[in-house]
Nanobody, 115 residues
Framework: VQLQACGGGLVQAGGSLRLSCAAS????????MCWYRQAPGKQRELVSR???????TYATSVKGRFTISRDNAKNSVYLQMNSLKPEDTAVHYC??????????WGQGTQVTVSS
């Protein structure tokens, strides 16, 4: 499985961005896809998670502002980020795992929010 993420960029505080991540290869129908982020000098943290049944979880810091979704037919996951804050600035990583125990990370996409 390979992951290709895109959609990062530079936006002003209060703005929006949408991240996309497409999985290719031997994708299991039952899987979990996540978005993590890592700010400079900080540990990587889970932003949001969605399983193949569309059950979602969010970090407290993004609840009410971010929405994760997926398109199983396209093996893709999306992160709609609204009301962005400077503290959302980080490299965002797509992550995939499935019942075989496979875990895959995407290449990361930079999100920068200016104040």
């Amino acid at each position: 499985v390979q992951l290709q993420a895109c959609g990062g960029g530079l936006v002003q505080a209060g703005g929006s961005l949408r991240l996309s991540c497409a999985a290719s290869g031997s994708v299991f129908s039952i899987n979990v896809m996540c978005w993590y982020r890592q700010a400079p000098g900080k540990q990587r943290e889970l932003v949001s998670r969605i399983n193949s049944g569309a059950v979602t979880t969010y970090a407290t810091s993004v609840k009410g502002r971010f929405t994760i979704s997926r398109d199983n037919a396209k093996n893709s996951v999306y992160l709609q980020m609204n009301s962005l804050k400077p503290e959302d600035t980080a490299v965002h990583y797509c992550y995939y795992s499935d019942l075989s125990g496979l875990e895959v990370w995407g290449q990361g996409t930079q999100v920068t929010v200016s104040s």
